[in-house]
């Protein structure tokens, strides 16, 4: 098991920024691949930024790439994901999610097996 507590989130107005936090714990961290999604009111979960177990390997939506950085330190069980430039339509919950047995956890949520409560991200324009 893989419990995942999100934290950062709030009103920002546009063009702010934003870091949201990701803290885990149970399993080895190192062999998790993580993901970040968002999922904005009457919307389906979309992904948002992936980074492999190492570190070495990140993606992004093409919406937020340039914009948005997501990381992980091993050692403090922790992902990040800092939102700069953020825009209105970017208002959404967001969510931290783990896949276990791969070095890459991919884009589709339904792959990933461990989910957190998610933290709210308010955009004003």
């Known amino acids: 098991q893989v419990q995942l507590v999100e934290s950062g989130g709030g009103l920002v107005q546009a063009g702010g920024s934003l870091r949201l936090s990701c803290a885990t714990s149970?399993?080895?961290?190192?062999?998790?691949?993580m993901g970040w999604f968002r999922q904005a009111p009457g919307k389906e979960r979309e992904f948002v930024a992936g980074?492999?177990?190492?570190?070495?390997?990140?993606d992004y939506a093409d919406s937020v790439k340039g914009r948005f950085t997501i990381s992980r330190d091993n050692a403090k069980k922790m992902v990040y994901l800092q939102m700069n430039s953020l825009k209105p339509e970017e208002t959404a919950v967001y969510y931290c999610?783990?896949?276990?047995?791969?070095?890459?956890?991919?884009?589709?949520?339904?792959?990933?097996?461990?989910w957190g409560q998610g933290t709210q991200v308010t955009v004003s324009s």
């Open positions: 999610a783990a896949r276990e047995g791969t070095y890459y956890g991919g884009r589709r949520a339904h792959e990933y097996d461990y």
């Open positions: 149970g399993r080895t961290f190192s062999n998790i691949a």
């Open positions: 980074i492999s177990w190492s570190g070495l390997s990140t």
